[in-house]
């Protein structure tokens, strides 16, 4: 029997009690998490045991079928309705499975009435395991002499009981004071011959501005902001002799956001104050233009106006644009170089929908954006959606209908290749706020039952609720729902559900899956699932090329992927092959397999071989990740020889698809390591050699 989930409400815990043994066996897992600096296992030591014992409800004891300890969980509350992971330590056999039992835990959290779950990082490993289900690196702290990323996830679509919110931004407001107070200290300690004369200019310009900035009403000035400016101060003044304080403060009311960070430098405010102060004799020049038509000038291109009549659709086109976007929304857009060299190969667009420019008592007003918009041109889908402070649109926003109707516009648009922008799908992630019925649809009219829907009309659809296919799916709503997921067209005899019902019609596959059922399913039928429209089934044949790792690695980022680092540990040291080589690939999980509760790697390799199943070349892993665009949200673990990461553990390729984006990423390789049932590998079929 598989080991029941520890987060179940069935599996309710009362308080911790441990035995000195237990406690001793805690205290050795705790110094035995190699990944963790010793200083820190130390300083964890007996704290660990404490934390337990605090009735906490989601604190766990981990234990292996044997009964034994094999690792901890120990959370407090800080903040009321707040969990914060303060210890978490395993062994490596713990048989326990992440991707179980990390949903469970958040919605027994959630549950037990928690808003947010909050950890400091300090396992690489296990931040990146829990960046997949939408923990989010909020900053970075200084504890202990060491700085540490803290994450956070959020809980409850709901607002928060005011009180609770302003407890909760007090406390962590004070921290982040804290943090900077002690940054402007070491940046103090930088100043080794000329300190007290450094120290005086940065407080004679501290001291100016905040008597002029907190005269000012449109301006918050509070204690958070004068300590992120004193250390801003310092930190330019380390590099430079003086300021020009009046241009400054023009800045600083131009860009009020940017003493809200610690983030960017007085260089680079100035930069930005200073293509504003451009951009504004650009705007007088256009109007002298528009009379003598001598002039030209650097505007957005409008794609539409809403019908209403406030707000407008535009194509942000070069850097200028991206990075005023960027400061007035206080998101990345226009902090690198990433966005606009997509933009430039074709990969993207960036669209801004704005408030419309009005003229009151002769000033132009408005044109300000509300929300910034990713365009994939490739897949044709809206990858982010995001309001200022990435923030996600809600349907109670005010202009939500001027938004839905901008959408509807944006589809009759043609891009600069004369292709219209239709985007087949908006990206999940950025539809968080909108609750959808199973096997319903938001459309531009309202929620209705996919029964009610013609595909085939010409109405917009903002989001889609659950249409899982089943066995008790009709095969005439299956082809609606495929035809409203995906947009392809299957007949209803072109469905099938299981191998008896595999014709010479059929098209796609929605059923039971193992090797078994893979040999009776011929190879020219390509849609593969286990459920639509969750698990697809990966079966495909792709090209071994003789890259090199530069090569492997320049290719994997200028398409968007993103390599663990550990990752690329592995793919550091592979070797070209020799020759191009076509191979076929095959996924099934640890279950179809015949291990319905988990097995060892051994195991599965030798199982395979009994299936005509091959390892996989390890260029399969940045071949795959390539060659699979259009991978769903899942993980598949490369079945190959291990190579050594950085730390000698043995380790595999994989790849993965999560709302952080797509990735090629790693898993442990020891032959003894024990893998759940629901694991998928991919392998290669033996026909091919």
Known sequence: MEKQILYTPENKKNNITLTEDQKNIIRNITLGIEEVDETIRSLAFEDVVNTLGNGNPLNRIINDQEGKITGYIACEDFVPKEAYIKYLGTTRQTGRNLLQEIPAFLEYAKQQGYSKINFHGWNDRLNHILERYGFERIRTDSMSNFNVDFYEKSLSDKKQDLNLEEERIKAFEQKYINKINQEY?????????????KENVIKESFDVLEKRLSENETLSFKERQKAILRLKLARYFQGKEEIDLNTLFDAIIETPNFINTDKGSLF???EIHEQKTLQKIAEIRKERAEINGNEKFNPYEALFETKSGNYYMARLLNMPHLEEESSYMNHC???SDSYIN?????EVEILSFRNSPKINNNKLQGDTPVIT???NLKTKTIKQMKKKDDHYLNKDDLYFN?????????RKTKTDGGELRDFIKINESELNNFKVKDYHLLTENGEIDFLDFNPNENVFVLKVGNMEINNDTTKVDASKIIKIISNKE???DQIAYNTNEVNENTKIYIGEWNPEVMKQIPENINELYESFPEKKILRKSIELTTKTKEEYTENLLKKGYKIYSYAQDILNKLEPIKQKENIDLISFSVAQLGFPNGATLQQIYDKALEFDLELCPPQVGPELRLDYEDQPNNYLIIAM????????YPTLFSVGRYDSGSWLDCNGGRLSDLWSSDYHFVFRSRKNL
């Open 641 to 648: 020889d291990p190579i050594s990461d950085r730390d000698g």
């Open 333 to 335: 857009v226009g902090t």
């Open 490 to 492: 299957f007949n209803s």
């Open 373 to 375: 918009i990713e365009y």
């Open 342 to 346: 997509k933009i430039k190969r074709g």
């Open 402 to 410: 001027d938004v839905v109707d901008a959408l509807k516009q944006l």
């Open 268 to 270: 680079r405010l100035l």
């Open 185 to 197: 200290n070491q940046t103090l300690n930088t100043f080794i011959k000329d300190r007290q004369e």
